[in-house]
Structures are given as C-alpha cells and as structure tokens.
C-alpha cells in the first residue's frame, strides 16, 4: 500500500473504537520483507497526528521508529506533556500504557500494538490484596502513619489505592526522592509491589537498617507478619519481583569480577539486595545508559539488566566493552511481544480509520491514579 492510498484511507473516516480487537489474521507476517517499509509509509502517514513511545528494553526493530525514547519516568513524563498528539502508541508494556492515558488528555488515545505485553510484577500486587492489607494496618492503627509508595510497575488500581491513601508513584529513577518525601508525611511506609527497589532504595539510599523492613506476604493471613513486627517495621515491603533482573546473582558478578579484570558492574535497582550491594554503580535504565555514555573510552561493563537494552549499548558504544552480567538470555517476554509486526498493524488500523488495541483506564480509578501520578512528576 503506498503513502497516497493510506492518505485516502484515513481521510474523513472516522475511527471506529475496537478496545482490545483481535489483530487475527491481520498482522503481517515477521518474515515480510517489506515490512520496514510498511512502517515507514504508515509512520509517515499518521505524520503529527501520532507519538511513539519506547521503553529502552523494546526491541531494535521497534525503538527505530520512536519519537521518544526513556525509562518509565520520562516516558510518563512525555505523555504529560504532549497534548498535541491524537494517538499516542507506547511500545513498552500495559502498565504504561495505562500511565500515559492517565496522564494525556481525555481527547487522545493510548494505543498498546499488543495488549499481551503485561508485567508479571505489576500482576503480583491485586487489588483486593492490597485492600486486604490496608484493612489489617488500619486494624493495627498505623495506617494513619502510614503512605504507600507504589512503584510505577503496578496496575491504574494499585496506582488509584495510593492516590486515594495519601501516596505517590515512584520509578527506579526517584525512588529515593519519593520515599524521603513519604518520610516528611508519615512514619512508615508501605512499598509496592517491588520488595527489591524499596528494600534496595530503603537501605541502600536512605541508609536504613535490613531489619527496618519487613516483608508482607499477600498469600498468608495479616501478610506472615506479627502486630509486632508490623508496628516497629519503618518500610512494609509487598512481596513482588521482577522475574528478569531476580535472575541476577551474586556468583554471576563473582566470575565476572574473575574472569574480566577491570570489569565494572551497573545493575538496575530491581535486582536482589545482595546483587545491588555488590555492584558498582546502580540505576534506571536512563541513568545505565548515562553512564555508560559518559564513561571513558576502554571502560568495560557489565550490565545487568534487560537483554534487549544491553544489546543495544554493546552495539552503540563500540570504544567500551559492555557484557551481560548473565550468561544465559534474559529478554523480557512481555515487553518483546511489541514486535514490528504488531507495530505496522497498529499503526496501518489506524491510518485505515480503525482504532485498536486502545488502553482507557476507567474515570474514577484514573482521577486517583493521576493524583499519585502528579505528586511523583511534582517530586523535587
Ligand atoms: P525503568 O526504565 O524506569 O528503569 O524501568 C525498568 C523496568 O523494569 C520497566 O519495566
Ligand atoms: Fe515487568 Fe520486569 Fe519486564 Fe519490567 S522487565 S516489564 S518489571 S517483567
């Protein structure tokens, strides 16, 4: 299809709201050699009237064609600012998507090009669970001293349950800043549903003690906890992990440290405590690229994060050596299923009138969720 008849096919139509339609039998095949060039001409089609948004773990074929690239805050922070986009594509995953129509005018659209690309994390931490637990600190007494900080990997509800309880969203780039500013509110803090950003950032940033955290548990009654140890614990920790960076260990950074001498090691904060403690520099994925950029030529790193940001950084800085802190693949599932494929059928839908795969978070969880939202992007 050329430029001029997917012109003619979007003008004057209008897009009929298939919330999660089933790209079945429409999307192209991966092994469609002129697939790039579908994007292009759909891409340059859509011109102004779309933004793409790509999280840095997307893959190669997708993060060519994004306007903005960035970790979770300053892709939250894009879809903030851009009012000027109908349609706003995010190629990451399904909690973002669901920031970003949070936080974009009712009148423009979130599409996810594929609506399996979830977050195991974000799905750790439910709703009722994290009600389930409110009630038993509320039972204690300390949810009056207490303000949740939900990591920006939860769902719009979790987001909403934070708003509504006094709190903010945090991503692995102002963790810190968000848990001080919960410190300034209240005494304690429940962190979700990420235990290793906030044990990692509680102890690591804030210089708190391992055993000011506890860890609750949303399968066992009052979260395996005792009225004791809840009410002496400064940080309540939900028990969640990203099953990506959990893979990191500690004998990966000891043969490395082995067998590479000079190596350097940069994780991401939602690596196990033990890993972070014996890293040399740890950031968001924004702040792994940084430092990768503004090392001196020679410089070897390994890094511990997602597969498909690694590559790309071993790629892009070909006068430093950068390694997987791991030797086995570790591509996020979720996040690789936003695949070029997917990509030319959302945009081509669009161009052609259909508007899919759109992410609308439901008003009343949305009005709470943009208020924990705002008070992160209002962080100092
Ligand atoms: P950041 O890009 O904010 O560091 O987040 C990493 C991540 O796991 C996103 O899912
Ligand atoms: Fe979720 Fe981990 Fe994938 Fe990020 S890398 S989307 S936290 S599973």
């Keep these: 299809m050329s430029l001029s008849d997917l012109l003619l096919l979007g003008q004057g139509q209008d897009l009929a709201s298939e919330r999660g339609v089933s790209c079945d039998g429409a999307l192209p095949a991966a092994s469609d050699p002129g697939l790039v060039q579908r994007a292009q001409v759909a891409r340059a089609a859509l011109g102004a009237r779309a933004m793409i948004l790509g999280h840095h773990y997307q893959r190669e074929e997708v993060i060519q064609f994004a306007d903005i690239t960035g970790d979770s805050f300053k892709l939250a922070q894009a879809a903030a600012e851009n009012s000027a986009a109908e349609y706003v594509l995010f190629c990451g995953v399904h909690f973002m998507a669901e920031s970003a129509d949070i936080l974009t005018?009712?009148?423009?659209?979130?599409?996810?090009?594929?609506?399996?690309?979830?977050?195991?994390?974000?799905?750790?931490?439910?709703?009722t669970q994290v009600e389930d637990c409110w009630k038993a600190l509320t039972k204690l007494g300390v949810a009056n001293t207490t303000i949740p900080i939900t990591y920006m990997n939860s769902t719009a509800a979790i987001k909403a349950f934070t708003g509504r309880n006094g709190g903010a969203v945090c991503t692995s780039s102002n963790a810190e800043r968000a848990m001080s500013w919960a410190f300034s509110k209240g005494e304690k803090i429940l962190f979700?549903?990420?235990?290793?950003?906030?044990?990692?950032?509680?102890?690591?940033?804030?210089?708190?003690?391992?055993?000011?955290?506890v860890l609750w548990n949303p399968w066992k009654p009052q979260g395996g906890l005792t009225d004791q140890e809840i009410k002496s614990a400064k940080v309540i920790l939900w028990r969640g992990h990203c099953s990506v960076h959990g893979r990191f260990s500690l004998d990966n950074i000891a043969q490395m440290r082995a067998q590479v001498p000079g190596v350097k090691i940069l994780v991401h904060p939602e690596c196990?405590?033990?890993v972070v403690s014996n890293s040399d520099v740890v950031g968001s994925t924004?702040?792994?690229?940084?430092?990768?950029?503004?090392?001196?030529?020679?410089?070897?790193?390994?890094?511990?994060?997602?597969?498909?940001?690694?590559?790309?950084?071993?790629?892009?800085?070909?006068?430093?050596?950068?390694?997987?802190?791991?030797?086995?693949?570790?591509?996020?599932?979720?996040?690789?299923?936003?695949?070029?494929?997917?990509?030319?059928?959302?945009?081509?839908?669009?161009?052609?009138?259909?508007?899919?795969?759109?992410?609308?978070?439901?008003?009343?969880t949305a009005q709470f969720a943009k208020v924990a939202l705002e008070r992160m992007l209002a962080l100092p």
Aim: charged fraction near 20%; include cysteine; hydrophobic fraction near 45%.
């Design 192 to 213: 979700l549903p990420d235990q290793h950003l906030g044990r990692n950032t509680a102890v690591l940033k804030l210089g708190l003690d391992l055993s000011d955290c």
């Design 286 to 364: 924004e702040m792994i690229i940084k430092t990768i950029a503004d090392s001196p030529s020679g410089s070897i790193w390994a890094v511990g994060t997602e597969l498909n940001l690694v590559s790309r950084l071993a790629a892009r800085f070909t006068d430093k050596r950068v390694l997987f802190l791991d030797k086995t693949v570790c591509y996020c599932s979720t996040m690789n299923r936003i695949d070029l494929p997917h990509l030319v059928w959302a945009m081509e839908s669009l161009v052609s009138g259909r508007l899919v795969n759109r992410i609308q978070v439901e008003s009343e």
């Design 272 to 274: 196990q405590h033990e």
């Design 105 to 127: 005018t009712p009148e423009q659209k979130v599409i996810l090009p594929d609506l399996a690309a979830g977050c195991s994390m974000a799905d750790m931490a439910s709703a």
